[in-house]
Nanobody
Framework: QLQLVESGGGLVQPGGSLRLSCTAS????????IGWFRQAPGKEREGVSC????????TYSDSVEGRFAVSRDNAKNTVYLQMNIVEPEDTAVYYC???????????????WGQGTQVTVSS
């Protein structure tokens, strides 16, 4: 069965840090660009970050640029999202997804994880 599983979510105080992981099973991640998305209650899903299949290219939304960092370890079949200096506005369910392309861009994401909740609150 092909699936992505996110982990590492939880409750964190404003200004703190959290690292999310996205691990694939049933397929090899290194053929795919991986995107991170989030959806807050009552809001549309938004793209947060993307990393190309070898990790040479990364992209970020304006809202997280300079605070979040995406990386990958293809040997572990895992992609990470390091979240630093988090803000209450970062509270959302975070999803990872595998693109149908090796590079980041306007491509369809074909495999999705189930999401992990991140809550930023004091």
């Amino acid at each position: 069965q092909l699936q992505l599983v996110e982990s590492g979510g939880g409750l964190v105080q404003p200004g703190g840090s959290l690292r999310l992981s996205c691990t694939a099973s049933g397929f090899t991640l290194d053929y795919y660009a991986i995107g991170w998305f989030r959806q807050a209650p009552g809001k549309e899903r938004e793209g947060v970050s993307c990393i190309s299949h070898r990790g040479s290219t990364t992209t970020y939304s304006d809202s997280v640029e300079g605070r979040f960092a995406v990386s990958r370890d293809n040997a572990k079949n895992t992609v990470y999202l390091q979240m630093n200096i988090v803000e209450p506005e970062d509270t959302a369910v975070y999803y990872c997804a595998a693109s149908g392309h090796r590079l980041c861009g306007e491509y369809e994401y074909i495999y999705w994880g189930q999401g992990t909740q991140v809550t930023v609150s004091s």
